[in-house]
């Protein structure tokens, strides 16, 4: 980061600020106005009086003047001390007052020339030029009253006194101002370098946030609300989202504008076949405000498919207002592939499993009637590998479920409340084993639209997890009602067993994860139960979820699209 550029201490005079950053003309441009003014009138007056050429007085005072002009461009003024050329002003009072004794009272109106260097005075060192330029006023008016040698009148007393008067009023004003102008300068200064500093401050916050944006591998665009390109890790988005405002502004059809860019590529929905429309693409939502998370989405790339997840969000203001909008797009191509090449070798798994599965339970079930049909007892061995196997089977089937990209199901107007008893009557032998009863408050019919293998699929699983995760001698309860608002069936299945941690319970649905309580118990499992249960759920436009607390036990809810009771 680079340093942040402060103000600096040095205070400007106001004159140098008027007349430049104190160059080597600027004392020559400070001189100019009483130069020319003085030239000006000798020159009339000497017209008019040629005697005045005579005096040598007169003479001394314009060569003083043209001296000082000289002595302006020659001195490297803006070299000395600041306050080395207030020996200009003061030469020039000398010029007015010799030009003044010279003239024999025909050039009094010399006097008010004063104005020129009282001001030069005052603006560079205020009160103390306030005072020298009176004084030497009050000089120009008293010396030539002096060498005449005569008593002075009233008149001369009153104009002694009011020239050095008007001049120290004009000095004193000036220097007024002088000081309050230096003083909003100094506040200008003070405040330029701030806005510098802040501006400095934002230029490498936007360079950090860039090289942020450029070392991540999300592609991200942010635009105002006229649609212009704020900030870009990915220019070829940029560039599509600028063609399209472009397309916009020329008043293209709404649907051209909206698919420039994007409407070049073949996009597909999370199916990979389906495709998507101009409207549903992830800028053109954007563009009409939409928020969203995690739309997935395939392209066509140079002939390979690739997948994305884009999510939108607002760029509010301080007053909570859209001022535009910023789109992710994340490239998780290798993700889907490895997913798919470990759902494809859990399914290949699970295929090898199950035939022998199958064989080792129906060579049981004939091993059991032979041996029945000679009377003779099978005895506990042949029901622990038949609970085994069974066991077995239903993790295999866990597994396959799990790794089908596309569950199939087949909604249909069904009655909840007999899958429900079903499933109660699967679950009874499982719980008498662990002397856990279950409650059956359900009654009276429940239409719903789902698949009721799929949906005694998902019962089975949350019945069995009830059942394993709870103590014996403790009761599973299960309850059906109608959520007319909504217009869902609910059904609840709540037990008394260990509970979930809250810090578990978002990733009680992941795929392969078992909490902690889970692994502590001498229950085993996969982790695919749940996972399994919620992508049944939400395809039927359904929700699942559990409300629970360590040792205070588990309330699933499930809730499942509404069905006509005809």
Same mark, same amino acid.
């Given at each position: 980061?680079?340093?942040?550029?402060?103000?600096?201490?040095?205070?400007?005079?106001?004159?140098?600020?008027?007349?430049?950053?104190?160059?080597?003309?600027?004392?020559?441009?400070?001189?100019?106005?009483?130069?020319?003014?003085?030239?000006?009138? *000798?020159?009339?007056?000497?017209?008019?009086?040629?005697?005045?050429?005579?005096?040598?007085?007169?003479?001394?005072?314009?060569?003083?003047?043209?001296?000082?002009?000289?002595?302006?461009?020659?001195?490297?003024?803006?070299?000395?001390?600041?306050?080395?050329?207030?020996?200009?002003?003061?030469? *020039?009072?000398?010029?007015?007052?010799?030009?003044?004794? #010279?003239?024999?009272?025909?050039?009094?109106?010399?006097?008010?020339?004063?104005?020129?260097?009282?001001?030069?005075?005052?603006?560079?060192?205020?009160?103390?030029?306030?005072?020298?330029?009176?004084?030497?006023?009050?000089?120009?008016?008293?010396?030539?009253?002096?060498?005449?040698?005569?008593?002075?009148?009233?008149?001369?007393?009153?104009?002694?006194?009011?020239?050095?008067?008007?001049?120290?009023?004009?000095?004193?004003?000036?220097?007024?101002?002088?000081?309050?102008?230096?003083?909003?300068?100094?506040?200008?200064?003070?405040?330029?370098?701030?806005?510098?500093?802040?501006?400095?401050?934002?230029?490498?916050?936007?360079?950090?946030?860039?090289?942020?944006?450029?070392?991540?591998?999300?592609?991200?665009?942010?635009?105002?609300?006229?649609?212009?390109?704020?900030?870009?890790?990915?220019?070829?988005?940029?560039?599509?989202?600028?063609?399209?405002?472009?397309?916009?502004?020329?008043?293209?059809?709404?649907?051209?504008?909206?698919?420039?860019?994007?409407?070049?590529?073949?996009?597909?929905?999370?199916?990979?076949?389906?495709?998507?429309?101009?409207?549903?693409?992830?800028?053109?939502?954007?563009?009409? #405000?939409?928020?969203?998370?995690?739309?997935?989405?395939?392209?066509?790339?140079?002939?390979?498919?690739?997948?994305?997840?884009?999510?939108?969000?607002?760029?509010?203001?301080?007053?909570?207002?859209?001022?535009?909008?910023?789109?992710?797009?994340?490239?998780?191509?290798?993700?889907?592939?490895?997913?798919?090449?470990?759902?494809?070798?859990?399914?290949?798994?699970?295929?090898?499993?199950?035939?022998?599965?199958?064989?080792?339970?129906?060579?049981?079930?004939?091993?059991?009637?032979?041996?029945?049909?000679?009377?003779?007892?099978?005895?506990?061995?042949?029901?622990?590998?038949?609970?085994?196997?069974?066991?077995?089977?239903?993790?295999?089937?866990?597994?396959?479920?799990?790794?089908?990209?596309?569950?199939?199901?087949?909604?249909?107007?069904?009655?909840?409340?007999?899958?429900?008893?079903?499933?109660?009557?699967?679950?009874?032998?499982?719980?008498?084993?662990?002397?856990?009863?279950?409650?059956?408050?359900?009654?009276?019919?429940?239409?719903?639209?789902?698949?009721?293998?799929?949906?005694?699929?998902?019962?089975?699983?949350?019945?069995?997890?009830?059942?394993?995760?709870?103590?014996?001698?403790?009761?599973?309860?299960?309850?059906?009602?109608?959520?007319?608002?909504?217009?869902?069936?609910?059904?609840?299945?709540?037990?008394?067993?260990?509970?979930?941690?809250?810090?578990?319970?978002?990733?009680?649905?992941?795929?392969?994860?078992?909490?902690?309580?889970?692994?502590?118990?001498?229950?085993?499992?996969?982790?695919?139960?749940?996972?399994?249960?919620?992508?049944?759920?939400?395809?039927?436009?359904?929700?699942?979820?559990?409300?629970?607390?360590?040792?205070?036990?588990?309330?699933?809810?499930?809730?499942?699209?509404?069905?006509?009771?005809?």
């Amino acid at each position: 980061m680079s340093s942040m550029v402060r103000p600096s201490a040095t205070e400007v005079p106001l004159a140098t600020l008027l007349v430049g950053s104190g160059g080597r003309y600027s004392s020559l441009i400070r001189l100019l106005p009483l130069a020319i003014t003085m030239f000006v009138t *000798g020159a009339v007056f000497s017209a008019a009086y040629p005697q005045l050429l005579a005096e040598a007085s007169f003479a001394a005072g314009y060569l003083v003047l043209l001296g000082s002009m000289v002595s302006s461009v020659l001195v490297p003024w803006h070299r000395l001390p600041r306050k080395a050329p207030l020996a200009l002003p003061i030469l *020039g009072l000398l010029a007015i007052g010799l030009a003044r004794v #010279g003239s024999q009272s025909v050039l009094d109106v010399l006097g008010l020339m004063t104005v020129f260097p009282a001001i030069w005075l005052a603006t560079s060192d205020k009160y103390r030029g306030v005072a020298v330029s009176t004084a030497g006023t009050a000089a120009i008016v008293v010396v030539p009253l002096l060498l005449a040698g005569t008593p002075f009148t009233s008149q001369q007393w009153a104009r002694l006194a009011l020239l050095p008067l008007v001049v120290a009023a004009v000095g004193l004003t000036v220097s007024v101002i002088t000081g309050r102008l230096e003083a909003q300068t100094r506040g200008l200064r003070a405040a330029t370098f701030r806005l510098k500093a802040a501006l400095a401050r934002a230029g490498e916050q936007k360079q950090l946030l860039q090289s942020i944006l450029d070392a991540v591998e999300v592609g991200v665009v942010a635009v105002d609300a006229d649609g212009n390109t704020l900030l870009t890790n990915n220019p070829g988005l940029a560039e599509e989202h600028m063609a399209a405002k472009r397309a916009q502004l020329r008043g293209a059809p709404r649907i051209e504008w909206e698919a420039m860019g994007e409407g070049t590529k073949i996009m597909y929905e999370s199916d990979r076949r389906t495709p998507i429309p101009p409207e549903r693409r992830p800028v053109a939502r954007a563009n009409r #405000g939409e928020i969203y998370s995690n739309y997935l989405f395939w392209t066509e790339e140079h002939g390979r498919r690739l997948a994305y997840y884009a999510t939108s969000r607002p760029v509010l203001d301080a007053e909570g207002r859209t001022t535009g909008f910023v789109i992710a797009f994340a490239n998780i191509s290798a993700l889907m592939e490895a997913t798919a090449a470990q759902n494809g070798f859990v399914a290949s798994v699970s295929h090898e499993l199950r035939t022998p599965l199958t064989s080792i339970l129906g060579y049981t079930d004939l091993l059991r009637e032979r041996l029945e049909d000679s009377a003779v007892n099978p005895g506990p061995e042949l029901d622990i590998i038949e609970r085994n196997a069974e066991r077995l089977r239903t993790r295999v089937q866990d597994l396959m479920s799990a790794a089908e990209s596309t569950l199939s199901m087949t909604p249909v107007q069904m009655d909840l409340t007999a899958v429900v008893h079903s499933a109660v009557e699967s679950i009874a032998p499982a719980a008498n084993t662990r002397s856990i009863s279950i409650i059956n408050e359900v009654s009276g019919p429940l239409v719903a639209l789902a698949d009721p293998d799929r949906i005694g699929q998902v019962l089975d699983n949350l019945f069995s997890n009830a059942v394993k995760y709870s103590e014996p001698e403790t009761t599973v309860t299960v309850r059906c009602h109608k959520d007319a608002v909504a217009g869902q069936a609910v059904v609840e299945i709540q037990d008394q067993g260990v509970g979930i941690a809250e810090e578990d319970q978002d990733h009680v649905f992941t795929q392969f994860f078992r909490s902690e309580t889970a692994r502590n118990s001498n229950t085993k499992g996969f982790g695919l139960g749940l996972n399994v249960v919620k992508s049944i759920v939400e395809r039927h436009g359904g929700s699942i979820r559990l409300l629970s607390s360590p040792g205070h036990g588990t309330t699933a809810v499930l809730r499942l699209p509404l069905g006509t009771s005809s």
